[in-house]
């Protein structure tokens, strides 16, 4: 059974500091992807990484994917408060179809 | 082009009663997922259905749930005999591609309330 674990599951960080969320899953995975959620809200597709070293970036958050490790990263660089949110990982097999294992979630909040 | 329209936003019943939650996929995606996220947890895979034909519906509970996505209309989620248990956030989400390579869009959500 795929198990995905992101750590830490509760980040306070401030303003302008940088931080990285990992992502770790338990067997091969040939996609992965991170949302972002507001409290209440839906979720946001922020990255999709399909394949080994991938890196993908967009404005303050870049994403990593090393395959070999099981492992994604999720760097934060200069946090401003409109990044508090919660951040959650999922990964996809193609031996499961078309689920998605989602991790627990990082709830990330940014102090001024 | 909208996007995944989930209907109702809210949804309360009480103990017993039956919910109906439903998932318009985005245009042109014939594909829908759905996903129960208990509160402070993660989403948990529920089932994958195509127009008329269920796919995956290994995350669904044995009893009480049930799903469909007919030709017309949109997919259902339909759970009978509510208990508090049940109350969470249920998300549909669509796909053009079955392996969902390109990503997946996700609707608003229902969040059901058993009282």
């Known amino acids: 059974e795929l198990k995905v674990e992101q750590n830490p599951l509760f980040l306070s960080m401030q303003e302008g500091k940088n931080y990285t969320i990992y992502c770790n899953y338990s067997?091969?995975?040939?996609?992965l992807y991170w949302y972002r959620q507001d409290p209440g809200k839906s979720l946001e597709s922020l990255f999709v990484l399909l394949s080994n070293g991938a890196v993908k970036q967009e404005g303050r958050l870049m994403a990593s994917l090393d395959t070999k490790a099981r492992l994604s990263t999720l760097h934060i660089t200069a946090a401003v408060h409109d990044l508090s949110a919660t951040y959650f990982c999922a990964v996809g097999q193609e031996t499961s179809g078309s689920r998605l294992t989602f991790g627990e979630g990082t709830q990330l909040t940014v102090n001024p | 082009n909208a996007g995944v329209m989930q209907n109702p936003r809210h949804l309360v019943r009480r103990r017993g009663q039956e919910a109906r939650l439903r998932c318009s996929p985005m245009?042109?995606?014939?594909?829908v997922y759905w996903y129960r996220q208990l509160p402070e947890e993660g989403l948990k895979f529920m089932v994958y259905l195509q127009k008329e034909n269920i796919i995956d519906e290994s995350g669904m509970p044995k009893e009480r749930f049930s799903a469909e996505f007919p030709k017309e209309g949109p997919s259902i989620l339909r759970i009978q005999q509510v208990v508090r248990g049940d109350s969470a956030a249920y998300f549909c989400?669509?796909?053009?591609?079955?392996?969902?390579?390109?990503?997946?869009?996700f609707g608003s959500g229902t969040r059901l309330t058993v009282v």
């Open positions: 245009k042109g995606h014939s594909h």
């Open positions: 067997t091969t995975s040939d996609r």
């Open positions: 989400a669509s796909s053009a591609l079955g392996q969902g390579i390109v990503g997946y869009t």
